[in-house]
């Protein structure tokens, strides 16, 4: 079992896939990339809906590294979904496909390629199995690379994950340009939220 820690993770996310694979009794190899997000970002600006360089930079490149050397014939199962982007419903049109990409050659199986987010969380209280806690906050991404967080999402970012926010904060700082971290309809700058008075802040001032 592999998972990915693409640097601007939520850290629940990498909690939780401890987790399933404690309970089901597989060994997890957690990934990462060369760079971080964060270096990356400061040189080629924030990843946005039709330029997501960090999809294949921070994500596909370490499965692609760690898969290659692996003797064939080679095979990974995914839990893509076509629901999750339209860029997915156009590519991933089989549950089982051949990946040539970089040199990879290896067999793809997509057994949940149709399913429904509605599909997903019924099989999981079905069988019991622990909930995504990214779903509790009203989080749908776990990678907050901010080409599809909305304002409300980025919100929850600051108010939850407070260390991880200010890396973004920090990084508004290093563009060159007038850049936003976030963009929901309009530039969403976390420098700007950071400003804000939050209820935990209030809280603890009293």
């Known amino acids: 079992m ?23 009794g597989w060994n997890l190899t957690i990934l990462r990339p060369a ?3 964060f270096e990356q970002a400061a040189v080629k600006g924030m990843p946005w ?3 997501r360089w960090c999809c294949y930079d921070l994500k596909l490149q370490p499965i692609f590294d760690f898969v290659r050397p692996l003797k064939p014939q080679r095979a990974m199962a995914t839990g893509l979904r076509q629901d999750e982007s339209a860029n ?13 990409r970089r040199q990879v050659n290896a067999w793809n199986w997509a ?24 779903y509790k906050l009203g989080i749908k991404e776990t990678c907050m690379c901010g080409a599809f967080s909305s304002k409300r999402e980025v919100e929850i970012l600051r108010a939850e994950f407070p260390e991880l926010f200010q ?5 508004e700082g290093k563009f060159q340009s007038d850049w936003a971290c976030f963009w929901s309809g309009k530039p969403i700058y976390a420098h700007e939220l950071a400003k804000q008075t939050t209820f935990s802040k209030v809280k603890k001032d009293e």
């Open 2 to 24: 592999i998972f990915v820690d693409t640097t601007v993770m939520l850290p629940i996310a990498i909690d939780y896939a401890k987790k399933v694979s404690d309970l089901l």
């Open 88 to 100: 997915r419903q156009k590519k991933i049109t089989k549950d089982v496909f051949y990946d040539t």
């Open 35 to 37: 760079k971080d997000f």
């Open 167 to 171: 890396k973004f904060v920090e990084l």
């Open 49 to 51: 809906v039709k330029r």
């Open 111 to 134: 057994p949940i390629r149709e399913w429904s987010e509605k599909d997903v969380l019924t099989y999981i209280e079905k069988h019991d199995l622990p909930m995504p806690p990214h």
